[in-house]
C-alpha cells in the first residue's frame, strides 16, 4: 500500500492549478491523473493518503517558533478546496495531535510505501518514492541508513520548520569534518547518538534534547523505544 503525503499534494496540484489557470473541475482532474500515475509508477492500487490536521500539533506545543518563518498566507486558490475533496472523495485520513509525517512514519511497514518528496521522511526505514525523481525508483531505506539521516538534521537543524541546528545553538558550523565520523560503518544507532552529543557538549544538551524530539519523525522501528527514553 503507498502513503501518500498530501500535504504536499495539496500544495503541488494547486499551485499547479494556479499557474495554469484551471478551473476546479479541472483540478480534480489533475489530481485524478497524478493518483493513477503514482499507482502506476509503484505497481501498487491501494493507497492512503494522509493530511496533516490544522489546528495544533505536539511540536507546536513544546516550541511555540516551530513554522513560525512561514508565510501562512501563501496557499493555492484551491487550498480548502482540495483538500475537502481529498477527504470526501479519496478517503484521505486527516492526523489528530501530530502531522502527517509522523503518521506515515507509524504506518510504514516493510511492505508499504512513503510517497513523497519531503526529504524529511528519509529518517523513517522501509519503501519510499520520491516523485520528483522517478529515475530512481522505490528506494529502500534501512535502519542505521535512516538514523544517521536523522543524526545529520540534528546537526544542522530545519530552516524551513524554524528549527535551530549546531550553528544557531552552540555557534559551530556542521562542516564535513563534523559530519564525517557518522560515515563510519562501524557506528551503531547509539554510537551516532553519543557522538552528536559529544559534538554540541554538555552545556547544549537541553537545547540538543529539543531539536532532536522537533526533527523525530514518529515510527515504529526500534531506535524508538530507546530515543524515547533519551527525552523523558
Not at 87 to 99: D, H, L, N, P, R
Not at 197 to 212: G, I, P, Q, R
Request: aromatic residues 12%.
Amino acid at each position: 500500500m503507498m502513503l501518500i503525503d498530501g500535504d504536499v499534494v495539496v500544495y503541488q496540484i494547486g499551485f499547479r492549478a494556479d499557474k495554469d489557470e484551471l478551473g476546479f473541475t479541472d483540478t480534480l482532474g489533475l489530481l485524478q491523473e497524478f493518483i493513477e500515475s503514482l499507482q502506476e509508477l509503484c505497481r501498487e492500487k491501494e493507497y492512503t493518503i494522509i493530511l496533516s490536521p490544522k489546528s495544533c500539533n505536539f511540536r507546536e506545543e513544546i516550541f511555540s517558533e516551530y513554522k513560525k518563518n512561514r508565510n501562512s498566507k501563501h496557499k493555492p486558490l484551491f487550498y480548502e478546496d482540495i483538500r475537502s475533496a481529498l477527504i470526501e472523495k479519496w478517503g484521505a485520513i486527516v492526523t489528530v495531535g501530530q502531522e502527517a509525517d509522523d503518521a506515515m512514519g507509524l504506518m510504514q511497514t516493510d511492505t508499504t510505501i512513503i510517497c513523497s518528496i519531503d526529504k524529511d521522511l528519509n529518517m523513517v526505514p522501509g519503501w519510499h518514492y520520491n516523485w520528483r525523481k522517478p529515475e530512481e525508483g522505490l528506494v529502500w531505506v534501512g535502519e542505521l541508513e535512516a538514523f544517521k539521516f536523522f543524526m545529520l538534521q540534528c546537526l544542522t537543524g530545519d530552516s524551513v520548520d524554524n528549527i535551530p541546528g549546531l550553528y544557531k545553538i552552540a555557534k559551530r558550523k556542521a562542516m564535513p569534518k563534523v559530519k564525517e565520523p557518522l560515515d563510519d560503518p562501524r557506528m551503531t544507532t547509539k554510537g551516532m547518538w553519543e557522538y552528536i552529543k559529544e559534538v554540541y557538549t554538555k552545556e547544549h544538551y537541553d537545547a540538543l534534547f529539543l531539536t532532536s524530539k522537533l526533527l523525530w519523525i514518529r515510527h515504529t522501528y526500534n531506535t524508538e523505544g530507546w530515543m524515547n527514553e533519551v527525552w523523558n
